[in-house]
């Protein structure tokens, strides 16, 4: 297990899914929390319980909104002055259909890139800022299997916004090293939580595309997150980790 005791992130779309296994993951191992959420109140209210003292705070703010990525940091800054850590876990997957009409259609794409992309890029660029002051820092944006191979039509939003942030942990990696900022990014497939199909149908010609055979746990994944937090492997960064079941192999 690894030691993240000086480790203080900031973690968004925690109160739900991934989020919350991360936050746990992260919590077991030492470290102290800022989470971030949407609309999901109680769910935030149940696992800042759950989790006691690791909890420094909480912030719920509509990542849809301009601006609001710079401003979550610094108001998680306020709350601990030693923030050193950011996960990028919140994201949206609202289907556009390309027949739609023009007005939804631009406010389709315009909420998924905004949730998914701008966000995440603000958030980034305060994070860097703040480390590049002190000794670094890690940043693990969570992406997904549709920004490689890409998706179904309608969720051309959101394959597009998932390859751009994987483009942006490239070029934060490179251009960011030198200061001790590392970035790595997570490329999930199908992840076992409420956001997977249930129909039967459904879920069964997405499991059939698997290899390995069933979605991937939660944990999985928040355990990749912890370690990559960890500092334990640095020479990583710029790099994505497919976490897939061997369904999307490059």
Same mark, same amino acid.
């Given at each position: ?53 690791? &909890?420094?705070? &909480? ?60 966000? =995440? ?7 860097? $800022? ?7 820092? =890690? ?56 956001? $997977? ?13 698997? =290899? ?9 994944? $928040? ?28």
């Amino acid at each position: 297990m690894q030691n993240l005791a000086k480790t203080t992130v900031l973690i968004t779309g925690a109160s739900r899914g991934l989020g919350v296994s991360i936050a746990r993951t992260c919590a077991e191992q030492g470290a102290k929390l800022v989470l971030h959420y949407g609309r999901n109140h109680a769910g935030m209210e149940k696992l800042r319980a759950e989790l006691g003292a690791s &909890v420094l705070g &909480v912030l719920s703010s509509d990542l849809s909104q301009p601006n609001v990525g710079t401003e979550i940091w610094q108001q998680a800054q306020k709350i601990a002055p030693d923030l050193n850590a950011l996960v990028n876990n919140a994201g949206s997957a609202d289907p556009v259909d390309f027949a739609t009409s023009d007005e939804d259609w631009q406010a389709g794409w315009a909420k998924t890139l905004a949730i998914n992309l701008q966000a =995440p890029a603000d958030l980034c660029r305060a994070a860097i $800022a703040s480390f590049t002051k002190a000794n670094g820092g =890690p940043i693990v944006n969570i992406a997904s299997r549709a920004g490689q191979r890409g998706d179904q039509m309608d969720l051309g939003a959101y394959a597009a916004s998932k390859g751009a942030l994987l483009a942006l942990t490239r070029t934060i990696a490179k251009g960011a090293a030198a200061q001790g900022v590392m970035a790595y990014a997570i490329a999930p497939g199908w992840i076992d939580t409420e956001m $997977a199909p249930t129909d039967k149908q459904i879920r069964g010609k997405a499991v059939a595309e698997i =290899p390995y055979g069933d979605f991937a746990d939660p944990a999985e994944i $928040a355990a990749l997150t912890a370690f990559l937090l960890s500092g334990a492997c640095p020479s990583a960064t710029g790099a994505t980790f497919d976490v897939n079941g061997a369904s999307y192999l490059r």
